[in-house]
Nanobody, 124 residues
Framework: QVQLVESGGGLVQAGGSLRLSCTAA????????MGWFRQAPGKEREFVGA????????LYADSVKGRFTMSRDNAKETVYLQMNGLKPEDTAAYSC?????????????????WGQGAQVTVSS
């Protein structure tokens, strides 16, 4: 079973940037779509974005479109989430996930392996 480890979270002021990384161990993520989700305290898990197996197709939630960018380096078994123009409402625990599909699913039910999460806190 693949293991996913997120890194790069932290505290940033509104308008700032962070880049999250998600690195896979034990098994490859090549050939599968990857997604990012986030969950704020007291709220349901929210889809952030997804990237297809090749990295050529991405899908974003409306709330982050134009500010967040996903990319992947299959040789490094790593997926990235570049977050620019951060807002206080982006504060959440961000988790990456591996899909069982090659395309870009939005539903968490289409993801089979999850990372432990990285906290992102945006101060106003």
């Amino acid at each position: 079973q693949v293991q996913l480890v997120e890194s790069g979270g932290g505290l940033v002021q509104a308008g700032g940037s962070l880049r999250l990384s998600c690195t896979a161990a034990r098994r490859t993520i090549s050939g599968y779509a990857m997604g990012w989700f986030r969950q704020a305290p007291g709220k349901e898990r929210e889809f952030v974005g997804a990237i297809d197996w090749s990295g050529s197709s991405t899908l974003y939630a409306d709330s982050v479109k134009g500010r967040f960018t996903m990319s992947r380096d299959n040789a490094k078994e790593t997926v990235y989430l570049q977050m620019n123009g951060l807002k206080p409402e982006d504060t959440a625990a961000y988790s990456c996930a591996k899909s069982s599909f090659a395309s870009t699913p939005r539903s968490p039910l289409q993801y089979e392996v999850w990372g432990q999460g990285a906290q992102v806190t945006v101060s106003s």
